[in-house]
């Protein structure tokens, strides 16, 4: 095996002078300490895992990637922490084996964050023969999640063009009941004042009340489903929840709900269209009182930042199950026994076309909380703290709780 520098150093060292050796040394520091700044910078994760899953050196970005203190972990087991990754499979692969058929692999981590983590793994022989794992980490939670909204779109498109069609196909016959209804009108004005006319004619308006509801069902559908575009206006969005949760205080009053809201005032302005905000928030609401039994609890909060207003309408019901999280706004996907699904859909298109997000968590039994961001009328600077540049600094998490590994 061909000696490196250090070897040729460390083997030499005995015919070296002090001074000569100390600026060896000195150099050696510099040169380490540069690699370790650079290794440090870098966005990727760097891993190295030797035999047993132990860890021989892992970076900052491996660390808030994978959610361990390499400074505690090192030279331990991190298999608690690499669950499914295929670790222990690969150290037992011999570099002279067909490393390309392991190429990249994806992975999702629930802890510290939701993320989803592309990984390479390289193999290294250590001096002793043995062979290590390199890990070359990448986050790819963004990338994921755009592939997710496009996918979202084009089921939305698909909704669409199926309403569109359906409604055009009711429509029709409606049309065509609803002449016939008038014809049955004018016949049965002509005869004579009797029971059996009477009796006809409450017939015939039943009927004829019956296909306008069906008819305001499909009209509803449709602008909930393709709805105009928002007259976006400056607006306080405190006006919007008031009369949101007074339309549904006397269903929570009568079924002892425990309701509780915090809105401080005054709140800063957002651009919005009151009447498509308060169908969010009345949606929200209404989900939350179906999710939670007679004398559940509710709550209703807004906070405010330099840049978002979010109301978050948290409840303590069932929860939303781990398989349907993920697809909770898709269309057709619903935790009710008799929902079509579309709400939440719904909502998040007009959460969207304010120019804001809408996030949910939740813990199967334990309740669930949605939130929406709406972008202030008038957003703040505001100065960033050096520390929020440094490695130090912490990653704030918006993903759902999730239980430590």
């Not at 222990?88 to 490393?99: C, G, I, Q, R």
């Not at 969010?280 to 999710?291: W, Y």
């Not at 298109?349 to 334990?366: K, N």
Request: proline letters at 5%; charged letters at 25%; hydrophobic letters at 45%.
């Amino acid at each position: 095996m061909r000696q490196g520098f250090f070897d040729r150093f460390v083997s030499r060292l005995d015919r070296l002078e002090a001074p000569v050796v100390s600026a060896h040394l000195a150099q050696l520091a510099r040169e380490r300490g540069f690699l370790e700044t650079i290794f440090q910078s870098v966005d990727e994760g760097l891993m190295v895992i030797g035999a047993g899953a132990r860890l021989l050196y892992a970076n900052r970005a491996a660390e808030k990637m994978v959610g361990f203190s390499a400074e505690s972990e090192k030279g331990h087991s991190v298999a608690r922490w690499l669950r499914e990754w295929g670790i222990e499979e690969m150290l037992l692969t011999h570099p002279a084996d067909d490393w390309a058929r392991i190429g990249t692999r994806d992975v999702e981590v629930t802890y510290p964050e939701h993320r989803f983590i592309s990984f390479y793994a390289r193999p290294v022989v250590s001096d002793s023969g043995d062979t290590d794992l390199l890990l070359i980490l990448r986050d790819m939670t963004r990338v994921h999640q755009a592939e997710e909204t496009a996918i979202a779109d084009e089921r939305l498109e698909a909704v669409k063009t199926l309403a569109a069609g359906v409604a055009h196909e009711i429509g029709n016959p409606l049309n065509a009941i609803t002449i016939h209804l008038q014809l049955m009108n004018r016949e049965i004005a002509r005869m004579e004042p009797s029971g059996r006319r009477d009796s006809l004619q409450e017939l015939a308006g039943v009927a004829e009340r019956e296909v306008a509801r069906l008819d305001g069902i499909i009209r509803r559908f449709l602008t909930a489903i393709r709805p105009a575009k928002p007259m976006l206006v400056r607006g306080d969005v405190t006006d919007v929840l008031e009369r949101t949760v007074s339309l549904l205080a006397p269903d929570m009053e009568r079924r002892s709900i425990d309701f509780a809201k915090a809105i401080p005032s005054p709140l800063p302005a957002v651009f919005l269209d009151a009447e498509q905000l308060e169908q969010v928030f009345f949606n929200l609401l209404r989900n939350a009182m179906d999710a939670v039994p007679d004398g559940g609890r509710i709550g209703l909060t807004v906070t405010v930042d330099d840049a978002w207003l979010c109301v978050s309408v948290l409840d303590n019901g069932a929860g939303i199950p781990a398989e349907l999280l993920g697809r909770i706004f898709d269309p057709y996907v619903t935790t009710k026994e008799k929902g079509n699904g579309l709400g939440l859909m719904i909502v998040r298109r007009i959460v969207r076309a304010h120019g804001g997000t809408i996030e949910c968590s939740s813990r199967p039994g334990e309740g669930t909380c949605f939130t929406v961001r709406l972008p202030r009328a008038e957003r703040r600077v505001r100065a960033i703290p050096p520390s929020a540049f440094s490695l130090e600094a912490d990653t704030v998490s918006e993903a759902p709780h999730q239980e430590k590994p």
